[in-house]
């Protein structure tokens, strides 16, 4: 009898949990119909990036984006949809930069642009001979000796070798290179742009000061024009490089967080966060970085709205303010989070381009990913191929100490790092059909989480 009766138990629970796994797949198939017969993302970033443009925290363009997003929300009838003032660093490039470097008395100009928070050259710029280092190892065994009154050229390339995460591994020459450089008496940093693309474009990005040490400007460099300048070095070590740029940072500005939400219908207190940033670099007009996560974390809500589909728990999108040089979005929003005692169970991030989606990051254990696995299998159809334990994102990091899930969206970012912080992030580098299967990933992942939990 004992044998019959945990068959039919064991039965029970696959029936039960087969039929979960349908009505699972079709509120997630309601949604990419939605999205690809109603879908609103692809125009709304068409507005964001043509219309308003790029979009650096402090600028006038900031503020039309602030005031865009939030109007939408409002037309679409969520629950709620507020404001959240937070301060913001208000950098501005100023004009264009001028580089070139001389050789045997021959000038080759260069393709440069300022690192953001970069402080400016002098007026007439500055110009010393180039010493070349692929680390911060190199250059302390250079020492002062070799380094002081001169230029250093960070030339280590993205590593070819690695599938995903070379950002990560190279990117510590701009964020920390002009500190570490003035720190040998060093009056200026030269680095070789952030990507495995050869081409013209220089990559800005945020580069980091600190209050002891003398600031020093600092540029990025086309990966073309850097193959140039370290052979150049090779056949000339007493090559000089020039440059000039007129970038200054004022004082904080005023801007906002846009946040929407749908209340949960059985536990309202359980906040599952969406969002992306809102700012874009001053270069392009933040097409991939972060417009399309912008738009997908809108339209991920309104896939629900759409659709009439009743969440248990409160989905919540968040478009957060300066993520690309200073973080104080995310920061303000967990700091009010934690005095507000809201409880997050859950923050996705999107902020890896407009691409295919790829893989899903869930930061539990091994063991409770494993519980999670059947997702995939639900998510498939729309993209995904893995789930695994590598996730998070910036502005969702300082909920972290909240005890917050972390979670990252990632599409296929094999040519993320083509357009990442250059002119060549556009619009029209975004495909409408990818972004839309990213937004219906999202609603589909928010979907499970409502639920189930995790």
Same mark, same amino acid.
């Given at each position: ?150 230029? /250093?050229?960070?030339? *280590? ?32 940093? %030269? /680095? *070789? ?19 002891? %040490? ?80 912008? /738009? ?48 997050? /169970? ?102 499970l989480i409502s639920e189930y939990g995790l």
């Amino acid at each position: 009898m004992k044998v019959k009766f945990y068959f039919l138990v064991s039965f029970f629970v696959a029936i039960t949990n087969l039929s979960a796994q349908n009505k699972d797949s079709i509120i997630i198939r309601n949604f990419f119909n939605e999205a690809f017969t109603n879908g609103k993302c692809y125009a709304q970033l068409d507005h964001l990036c043509n219309k308003i443009g790029n979009r650096i925290s402090g600028s006038k363009n900031a503020a039309k984006a602030v005031e865009f997003a939030y109007e939408l929300l409002k037309k679409e009838g969520f629950d709620s949809v507020w404001l959240q003032p937070v301060m913001v660093p208000h950098w501005v490039r100023g004009e264009k930069e001028i580089g070139y470097f001389v050789s045997n008395k021959k000038k080759t100009t260069v393709h440069i642009c300022a690192l953001g928070n970069s402080v400016a050259t002098a007026k007439e710029g500055i110009q010393a001979k180039v010493v070349e280092v692929k680390n911060f190892d190199e250059l302390k065994k250079l020492g002062k000796e070799k380094v002081e009154g001169n230029i /250093v050229f960070f030339s *280590r390339p993205f590593p070819d070798a690695i599938i995903n995460g070379a950002y990560g591994i190279t990117v510590d020459q701009r964020g920390q290179g002009p500190v570490e450089a003035a720190k040998l008496g060093a009056i200026g940093v %030269v /680095v *070789r742009s952030m990507t495995h693309a050869h081409d013209n474009f220089p990559h800005t990005g945020a580069t980091g000061y600190k209050d002891s %040490v003398t600031k020093i400007p600092g540029c990025a460099i086309s990966t073309i024009d850097a193959d140039i300048l370290s052979q150049t070095l090779k056949d000339n070590p007493s090559t000089e490089f020039y440059f000039k740029q007129n970038c200054v940072m004022l004082p904080d500005v005023l801007s906002y967080n846009v946040v929407a939400e749908i209340k949960g219908s059985e536990k309202p207190d359980e906040i599952i966060l969406v969002g992306g940033h809102l700012d874009s670099w001053d270069v392009g007009t933040g097409a991939h970085d972060d417009g399309a996560g912008t /738009v997908q974390s809108m339209e991920a809500l309104r896939l629900f709205k759409a659709t009439g589909i009743k969440p248990k728990r409160t989905l919540r999108c968040v478009l957060f303010m300066n993520e690309e040089n200073g973080l104080k979005g995310g920061l303000k929003y967990a700091e009010l989070a934690e005095l507000n005692k809201e409880k997050h /169970v859950a923050a996705i991030e999107t902020d890896a381009g407009g691409f295919m989606p790829r893989e899903i990051g869930i930061a539990v254990s091994e063991e409770k990913l494993l519980g999670l696995q059947p997702w995939q299998k639900l998510l498939a159809p729309y993209g995904i191929q893995t789930i695994n334990i590598h996730g998070g994102g910036a502005d969702i990091g300082p909920l972290k100490k909240q005890g917050v899930v972390m979670i990252g969206y990632h599409p296929d970012g094999q040519k993320y790092f083509d357009y990442h912080h250059t002119d060549a992030d556009t619009f029209d580098k975004v495909n409408k059909r990818e972004l839309q299967f990213g937004a219906v990933t999202l609603s589909g992942l928010m979907w499970l989480i409502s639920e189930y939990g995790l």
